[in-house]
């Protein structure tokens, strides 16, 4: 796996000049999609003061087309944008996952399977629809990995019985394979508790969660202010969480600044990094040219596999089996 040093030459050396052609090309696009949202906009208010007296007359109906007339918008703009975020997937997010690791094959269009979302444990919730891109799978350093973006919801029903869709994840899914197994489970989460209700009742929370195995308490106290760990194996989940990994996580935390979600279960670590965001997805309305902006989702991958070649070099974690 290339440092990201290194990933950053490639990127000026052999990208740049891609990315100056890229951002000619939305520049143009950006143009399009203001005039065409103008004029989509100018239509649908032209309908609607054409058809006032109409609308006034039934309750909810402006709500209702309002909803529609974001629904179309957002199909116009997905319509527009599709051949431009397909020419930079191909130009510049495939040579840079090759780049990253030439063991490793990208395909935009495919995403983690709902199976191994279940299977982790990071989320209390199974999702009804998951949805996601930008899928890539490979072996570094002898570990199988595979992750995607990936989206995944929970349908209930509101109080008019109509169905709404609650996101229990979004964001940077991984799943890396080792030839070992693990014992019991583990599972490290963001400590929302502690830091929202302070150390008296955060701790409370922490040990009453019924959702969670037993609670592992550990001797980094800042480790523990950031995180919280459930087990069905206390020993094994110290034997995980070496001072050099709880430090690795640490650093993860502090550069990214996206809660971190991992698990241990059988053969696999389970890694999940919520963005709000498509981290593929080029932007129309910002430069591509920003540096900051064209690597932000390789460093944030770089930090995650380090933590997996963390694992893979911690032999004491294998020494009790």
């Given at each position: 796996m290339k440092s990201i040093s290194?990933?950053?030459?490639?990127?000026?050396?052999?990208?740049?000049?891609?990315?100056?052609?890229?951002?000619?090309?939305?520049?143009?696009?950006?143009?399009?999609?203001?005039?065409?949202?103008?004029?989509?906009?100018?239509?649908?208010?032209?309908?609607?003061?054409?058809?006032?007296d109409y609308l006034q007359s039934i309750p909810n109906l402006f709500f209702v087309l309002g909803f529609i007339y974001v629904g179309v918008g957002a199909f116009i703009y997905k319509f527009l944008i599709k051949d431009y975020t397909k020419e930079f997937k191909n130009k510049i997010i495939d040579p840079l996952i090759h780049a990253i690791d030439d063991k490793l094959s990208y395909i935009s269009e495919m995403h983690i399977s709902k199976d191994y979302f279940n299977r982790s444990e990071l989320f209390t919730q199974s999702p009804d629809r998951i949805s996601g891109n930008d899928f890539v799978s490979g072996e570094i350093d002898g570990v199988k990995i595979e992750f995607s973006d990936l989206h995944a919801e929970k349908k209930h029903k509101n109080s008019k019985n109509k169905d709404t869709w609650e996101t229990i994840f979004q964001g940077l899914f991984i799943v890396s394979e080792f030839n070992k197994h693990f014992k019991g489970k583990t599972v490290i989460l963001p400590d929302t508790a502690q830091s929202t209700f302070g150390d008296l009742i955060g701790n409370w929370l922490q040990s009453n969660n019924f959702g969670r195995s037993e609670l592992v308490k550990m001797d980094d106290i800042n480790f523990e202010k950031e995180f919280v760990v459930y087990s069905t194996d206390q020993i094994e989940a110290r034997y995980i969480l070496s001072h050099s990994l709880m430090k690795r996580l640490l650093a993860f935390k502090k550069k990214s600044q996206h809660p971190v979600y991992i698990s241990f279960i059988g053969e696999s670590i389970y890694m999940a990094i919520y963005y709000s965001k498509d981290l593929f997805e080029p932007s129309v309305f910002r430069s591509l040219?920003?540096?900051?902006?064209?690597?932000?989702?390789?460093?944030?991958?770089?930090?995650?596999?380090?933590?997996?070649?963390?694992?893979?070099?911690?032999?004491?974690?294998?020494?009790?089996?």
């Open positions: 290194e990933l950053t030459d490639f990127y000026y050396k052999t990208l740049y000049p891609t990315l100056e052609k890229l951002e000619d090309d939305r520049k143009h696009l950006r143009y399009r999609i203001t005039v065409v949202g103008i004029f989509y906009t100018f239509v649908v208010l032209l309908m609607g003061f054409g058809f006032l040219l920003n540096y900051k902006i064209a690597m932000e989702y390789v460093k944030t991958l770089h930090l995650a596999l380090g933590i997996v070649e963390e694992l893979k070099l911690n032999q004491k974690l294998w020494s009790k089996r």
